[in-house]
């Protein structure tokens, strides 16, 4: 079974910066979207941002204009650059790969902010 691996999770001072990336231990086909989703201490998991095939993004709110990311289909990675971070944006991130005939999840990094 192929998995997702991420990484660059860490601890960081409000205001720093991370780099997650995430690419998958095997072989996939058909990507459409790869995206990045985060989960709080008793809170729904809820996206963070996604990336299509073509390169059209979308995010959350409450990361526009801080958070990026960027996707290198030859190599099937997804990355998410995050500045300007927050101890709101403390949390497990995970990243997703959306397939037609299957939705992969890795296992979770996680991102702390200290103020």
């Known amino acids: 079974q192929v998995q997702l691996v991420e990484s660059g999770g860490g601890l960081v001072q409000a205001g720093g910066s991370l780099r997650l990336s995430c690419a998958p231990s095997g072989s996939i086909f058909n990507i459409n979207a790869m995206g990045w989703y985060r989960q709080a201490p008793g809170k729904r998991r809820g996206l963070v941002a996604d990336?299509?095939?073509?390169?059209?993004?979308n995010y959350a709110d409450s990361v526009k204009g801080r958070f990026t990311i960027s996707r290198d289909n030859a190599n099937n990675t997804v990355y998410l650059q995050m500045n300007s971070l927050k101890p709101e944006d403390t949390a497990v991130y995970y990243c997703n790969f959306w397939t037609p005939s299957w939705d992969y999840w890795g296992q979770g990094t996680q991102v702390t902010v200290s103020s």
């Open positions: 990336i299509n095939r073509s390169g059209i993004t």
